[in-house]
C-alpha cells in the first residue's frame, strides 16, 4: 500500500498560512464544520479540523460570521444530498454580509461528477470542491484561494493512505479509529464504493500506535472503523487479518473498550467470533447488516450470502457470547422485492431479535445497478411495509429492555441523562442505563443496577 505523509506534502502550504491569515483576517480566523453520513465521514471531519487548527484557525459552531463554512457531505441516499443543497443554498446571504468567508463542500457527495459540475454551475458563491481522495490538500486549497486564485473543484483519485494528518476529537473518552479506507463490494444499490474508492488498509503499526496514544490520554472507549472491517488486511504484506489485529489492541495495557464497525456477513469468519469472545475489552455487540432477508434480494442485492449463511453465523457468535447484541441495517423496497420477500425480512428479524436496528427505504443512487432495475412498487406501499417493520422491532427492542431489569452492569458514563441530576452510560452491548449522577462522572465506568424501564433504562448507582 503506498503511503504518503501529510506534512511532506502539505508543508509549504502550512507554514505560510498563519501570516495569510493574519493579513486577511487581522484577527484569530474562525471555521465551522457541518458533518453529515457515516461515522467514517466524523472521523474525516476530526482530521480536518486537526489540520485547520494546526493552521491557526478556531473551531466555532455557528456558520454566521465564520471566516470558513465546510460542509462534509454524505451521499448514501438521496434524503441526503437534497439536505446539503438547501443548507449550503442558505450561505449565500452569509456571504454578502461576511465577503471575507470560504465555503467548502467536500465529503463523498462532491465525489460524484455531477454533483461538482451542478455546485461550480449554481452555487458560485461556494469557493472549494473537493472528494474524499484530497482531503489532506486542504491547506494548499484554503492557501491557494485566499491569495486570489479562482473557485478550486479538485476530485482527482488517489488509492494511496495518508497518514500523519494532525487530529482534533470531538470527545474526550470516546474515539473513532479509522482502519481502513474505501470498499471493495459493489453491492447493487450503493454509491459509497464509487464515492470512496478500492479499499485500502492502514498499516497495523499506525493502529496500534494511534491505539496506544488514546488509551494514554485516557480514551476508554475506541471504535475502529471501515466500511468492511472483517476484511481488514486483504491483500497487504503484512499478515494480519482484522481477528488478528483485535487480539493486538486487547493487548494494550489499560481500561478501556473496543468497538468496531461494520462488518460484512460474507466476510464474518469464526475465527473473528473467537477473537471476540477471547478478548476481554472488545464489546459485546456485532453490527452485522443483513440489508433483506430474501435469498433473491440478497443475489441482486451482490451481497454473496444466504439468509442460511447470516442465521449460521447469529447462532455461533450466541454460542461464543450469550450475551452479545445483534444490530443490524435493513433495506425495505429494493427494486423488484414482494410483499413475500419483505415478509422474509419481517420473520429474520423476529426469529434473530436484534436490539435495535437501522432501516432505510431504498434510494436510488447515480450509476449504481440497482438504479437501473425496475422498482413497480410505489413509495406510499414502501412506507406502509416499513412502517410494519418498524412496529415489529419495538415490540423486540421492548422485550430486550425488560430482560435487563435487575440485571447489573459496568457502564462508561459518556452523557448526560434526560432529567436534570441523571448521567447516562452504555453497557459493553448497546444498552444505554441512567442513573444519579453529574458531570464528574463523565468518562468513569460504574456499576449500575436496571431498576425499570420508562423510555430508557434506568438504574441505581453499585459501589
Ligand atoms: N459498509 C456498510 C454500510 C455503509 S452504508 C455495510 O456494508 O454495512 C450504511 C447503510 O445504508 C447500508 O448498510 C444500507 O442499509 C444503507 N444504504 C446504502 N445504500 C442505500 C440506498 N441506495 N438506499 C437505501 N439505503 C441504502
Ligand atoms: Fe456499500 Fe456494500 Fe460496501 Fe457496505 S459493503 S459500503 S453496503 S458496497
Ligand atoms: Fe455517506 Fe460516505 Fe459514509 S456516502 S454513509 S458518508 S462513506
Known amino acids: 500500500m503506498k503511503v504518503k505523509d501529510y506534512k511532506e506534502e502539505q508543508q509549504v502550504y502550512i507554514s505560510r498560512m498563519p501570516e495569510v491569515l493574519g493579513r486577511i483576517y487581522k484577527r484569530t480566523p474562525t471555521a465551522c464544520i457541518f458533518t453529515y453520513g457515516c461515522q467514517q465521514n466524523v472521523s474525516d471531519s476530526e482530521r480536518i479540523k486537526g489540520m485547520l487548527c494546526e493552521m491557526g484557525y478556531t473551531i466555532v459552531d455557528e456558520a454566521e460570521g465564520a471566516d470558513f463554512v465546510l460542509y462534509n457531505t454524505c451521499a448514501v441516499r438521496g434524503h441526503a444530498e437534497d439536505r446539503v443543497y438547501g443548507n449550503v443554498g442558505a450561505m449565500k446571504h452569509y456571504k454578502k454580509r461576511h465577503p471575507e468567508m470560504i465555503i467548502a463542500v467536500c465529503g463523498c457527495m462532491a465525489q460524484q461528477e455531477s454533483v461538482k459540475d451542478r455546485i461550480k454551475k449554481s452555487y458560485p458563491y461556494v469557493d472549494l470542491v473537493f472528494g474524499t481522495h484530497v482531503q489532506y490538500r486542504l491547506p494548499e486549497f484554503l492557501y ?48 459509497v464504493p464509487y464515492v470512496r474508492g478500492r479499499e485500502r488498509s492502514r498499516h497495523p503499526d499506525e493502529i496500534l500506535s494511534e491505539a496506544r496514544e488514546l488509551v494514554a490520554k485516557g480514551y476508554k472507549d475506541i471504535t475502529l472503523l471501515g466500511q ?53 475489552k472488545v464489546s459485546r455487540h456485532l453490527h452485522l447488516p443483513f440489508q433483506s432477508g430474501s435469498n433473491r434480494i440478497l443475489s441482486l442485492m451482490n451481497r454473496r450470502y444466504t439468509r442460511e449463511k447470516y442465521l449460521s453465523l447469529v447462532e455461533e457468535s450466541r454460542l461464543r457470547m450469550p450475551d452479545i447484541s445483534l444490530t443490524s441495517d435493513i433495506i425495505v423496497g429494493f427494486p423488484g422485492e414482494t410483499y ?109 443496577k436496571v431498576e425499570k424501564i420508562s423510555n430508557v433504562l434506568e438504574g441505581t448507582r453499585i459501589d
Open 340 to 448: 413475500e420477500d419483505f415478509c422474509e425480512t419481517l420473520s429474520l428479524v423476529e426469529q434473530v431479535r436484534f436490539s435495535s436496528l437501522f432501516t432505510f427505504i431504498f434510494s436510488p443512487r447515480n450509476n449504481t445497478p440497482a438504479a437501473n432495475m425496475e422498482d413497480p412498487v410505489s413509495r406510499e406501499e414502501k412506507g406502509k411495509w416499513f412502517d410494519e417493520l418498524l412496529k415489529v422491532q419495538e415490540k423486540i427492542g421492548r422485550q430486550i429492555s425488560e430482560e435487563c431489569v435487575g440485571q447489573v452492569y459496568r457502564v462508561l458514563c459518556d452523557d448526560y441523562g434526560r432529567k436534570d441530576g441523571k448521567m447516562a452510560g452504555h453497557t459493553i452491548g448497546t444498552a444505554v442505563v441512567e442513573f444519579d449522577g453529574d458531570e464528574t462522572d463523565l468518562g468513569k465506568f460504574i456499576n449500575v
Open 144 to 191: 491557494k484561494r485566499l491569495n486570489g486564485s479562482p473557485r478550486i473543484f479538485e476530485i482527482s483519485e488517489g488509492e494511496e493512505i495518508i497518514e500523519n494528518i494532525p487530529v482534533r476529537r470531538d470527545g474526550d473518552f470516546k474515539a473513532w479509529l479509522p482502519i481502513m479506507y474505501g470498499c471493495n463490494n459493489f453491492c447493487s444499490y450503493c454509491i
Open 228 to 280: 468492511n472491517v472483517n476484511s481488514y488486511g486483504a491483500g497487504c504484506d503484512f499478515n494480519l487479518n482484522f481477528a488478528g489485529l483485535l487480539r493486538k489492541i486487547n493487548d494494550i495495557e489499560g481500561d478501556f473498550r473496543i468497538r468496531f464497525m461494520t462488518s460484512h456477513p460474507k466476510d464474518c469468519t469464526i475465527e473473528l467470533l473467537d477473537a471476540m469472545k477471547d478478548c476481554e
